[in-house]
């Protein structure tokens, strides 16, 4: 009667019951079941974890649940869905299952040859694009040479393979286009809230179209790199206006903001440094922190240029010699006999050329070294105003000063040249050169000799001292005139602030002031800066003296030259040759082919779908 007779139960004891109710349907709902491998004549196989076995039909594809793994339940959907097949036994269901295994497999090769196809694709568009070569070269010339290549390596199999590896006119400019977009995507995020110095030229293409190129200066990865910016062409005027228009455009387009700019370096042209609307000016209204600089190498350029009248008709006399020789093919080639016969150094002489800077100094080099040739070509040719010039020992006297003031000029403007240049090493240089000029003036007013120039060899140069003395002053007159901001001993504590015992007060501010106490007596940072580049240790110590280092890094990131738009310009001239006028993508074949930053292709492989080429 025990069980017909009601308990009371107390709460604890409730929920102790329905928690051991919960526990026991939680261990049932763990058990899984297990399938046999004769179930397979039910045409069945699994699919799943080991732990979570879950029925496959391998004749239309459909998965059960787990709990379908039950004789009865597979025998009902074999029955109901695949009646046609009840009389075949197990082993035609076996066959079945390894005839889809093989073709699984298959397709899985396949989509790993085409995804390695793609990756071999993109690498070929990108030497294509370094190169600077014509999309075609990859379908006729690179893929039936590596084709040929890997048939007498490997055999034929192998070059069915290569083969698969799309490499057609369309797919190397779309395979360029995506490499730009991810190298200018990694560039505008590097780029986001850091400081950055852009240099901007403007040039006319081949066909007669302006070209505006820009290139940033940054630090990324502990060290201070040069990027690629833009091209743009600009359509109608190359004003100060446009420039500005297109530039800021591009970097309202790339979420880049004035603000963070903190130098602009041209060529100083009106359009780009005009006082009312310059693209500097403009640039400056909207963040008055820009240092703007005059490209040294355009200066040093208009340095050179000036030359009393005595040695200016001397210069164009040589190239009136020059150009009477290259400008006929008979007289050219007839002079290069003559110097082979001669046994001489060089068998030609060169052009010359206002647009190359350092043409002048190479003409009246190699015209000194083939004056003896010059001289017996001239005779034979009976060009007897060029025979008096050539025997005239102060005319030659003129001509080796030329050769070698020239010389010396070409190499400044060289040194000059770089990507690793800034203000402060490019201003030493021309400090240098400025305090020869001063020595070479004092020596020759003291002893009144010329052997800072070797190529005088004649014992009569008296007479060409007051023309040599001219110059000399000239060019110390136009330096201190287009350099007039040669001034940087301020800027010695950035070179080595262990050096300086202290800087100005009114050149720091207190907070810099203290961490440049901090910074110079501090025995380890002067240990580890003898180790590092002035810009690594600046870059640093950014965390540990944010203010001091900001100032340093903001001089170090400057400008002095344009040399990297006259280096773009001499890779667009090469791509958009006469053969490839009407080039479209300009920009984007640029950036791949001379950017720092380079493409993740790996990225770009995994949001495209690969395809095998036919």
């Known amino acids: 009667m025990d069980k017909f007779l009601k308990r009371e139960c107390n709460s604890d004891q409730i929920i102790d019951t329905q928690m051991t109710d919960t526990k026991s349907l939680c261990k049932k709902r763990k058990i899984n079941r ?3 491998d004769d179930y397979i004549r039910f045409g069945f196989t699994w699919t799943g974890d080991k732990e979570c076995k879950i029925p496959l039909c391998i004749i239309c594809g459909e998965k059960l649940c787990n709990s ?14 695949h009646a046609n ?16 295994s093989a073709q699984v497999k298959q397709f899985k090769n396949a989509i790993t040859i085409s995804d390695k196809a793609q990756i071999a694709s993109y690498k070929v568009a990108e030497l294509i694009a370094i190169k600077l070569k014509p999309h075609t070269i990859a379908e006729t010339l690179i893929l039936p040479s590596c084709c040929e290549i890997v048939k007498i390596m490997f055999g034929d199999d192998a070059q069915n393979e290569i083969k698969k590896i799309p490499l057609s006119n369309d797919t190397i400019k779309k395979r360029i286009i995506d490499m730009s977009g991810n190298i200018e995507d990694k560039v505008n995020k590097k780029l986001s809230n850091k400081h950055f110095a852009l240099q901007i030229d403007e040039s006319v293409d081949i066909s007669n179209k302006a070209q505006l190129l820009g290139f940033v200066r ?30 800021t455009a591009y970097l309202e387009k790339s979420k880049i903001s004035w603000d963070f700019c903190i130098g602009i370096c041209t060529d100083g042209c009106p359009s780009m440094t005009g006082s009312i609307k310059g693209f500097v000016t403009l640039a400056k209204a909207e963040n008055p922190n820009i240092i703007s600089t005059h490209c040294f190498l355009h200066r040093e350029s208009l340095v050179a240029k000036s030359l009393p009248i005595v040695l200016k008709s001397v210069l164009d006399q040589v190239v009136q010699m020059v150009n009477y020789i290259k400008s006929r093919p008979l007289k050219a080639r007839i002079f290069k006999q003559l110097c082979i016969s001669m046994e001489a150094k060089y068998d030609t002489l060169l052009l010359n050329t206002e647009i190359r800077w350092l043409s002048r100094g190479k003409v009246l080099c190699r015209l000194l070294e083939l004056k003896d040739e010059l001289l017996l070509f001239c005779e034979n040719e009976n060009k007897y105003d060029f025979v008096s010039y050539l025997k005239d020992d102060s005319w030659c006297a003129k001509m080796a000063y030329l050769a070698d003031i020239f010389n010396y000029l070409n190499s400044i403007n060289t040194s000059i040249q770089g990507k690793d240049e800034n203000i402060l090493t490019s201003t030493d240089k021309m400090i240098g050169f400025q305090k020869k000029l001063r020595y070479w003036k004092k020596r020759i007013t003291e002893k009144n000799i010329l052997d800072m120039f070797p190529s005088i060899h004649t014992e009569n140069y008296a007479q060409i001292i007051p023309a040599v003395m001219e110059h000399l002053i000239i060019l110390d007159e136009k330096i201190e005139c287009y350099f007039p901001s040669l001034k940087i001993e ?44 002035s810009e690594r240790f600046w870059i640093s110590v950014q965390e540990e003296y944010p203010s001091l280092s900001k100032k340093a890094l903001n001089i170090l990131l400057q400008f002095s030259t344009s040399y990297l738009c006259e280096l773009g310009f001499s890779t667009l001239t090469n791509m958009k040759a006469k053969k490839r006028e009407k080039l479209s993508d300009l920009e984007q074949e640029m950036r791949v082919a001379i950017s720092h930053v380079r493409p993740d292709i790996a990225d770009i492989c995994r949001t495209r779908q690969a395809q095998i080429s036919h």
């Open 34 to 36: 297990q399938y046999s």
């Open 68 to 81: 379908a793994m039950a004789p009865a339940k597979l025998n009902r959907h074999f029955t109901t869905k």
């Open 85 to 100: 097949l009840v009389s075949q036994n197990g082993d035609y269901f076996k066959r079945l299952l390894d005839m889809q």
């Open 218 to 247: 940054f630090i990324d990865d502990n060290e201070i790199v040069n990027q690629f910016l833009c091209c743009k062409e600009l359509s109608e005027h190359t004003t100060g206006k446009d420039i500005f228009g297109s530039i």
């Open 490 to 533: 301020f800027y010695d504590w950035v070179r080595n602030p262990f050096a300086t015992s202290s800087s100005k007060e009114n050149e720091f501010s207190l907070q810099e002031e203290e961490e440049m106490i901090s910074l110079s007596t501090d025995r380890t940072l002067k240990m580890k800066y003898s180790e590092l580049t």
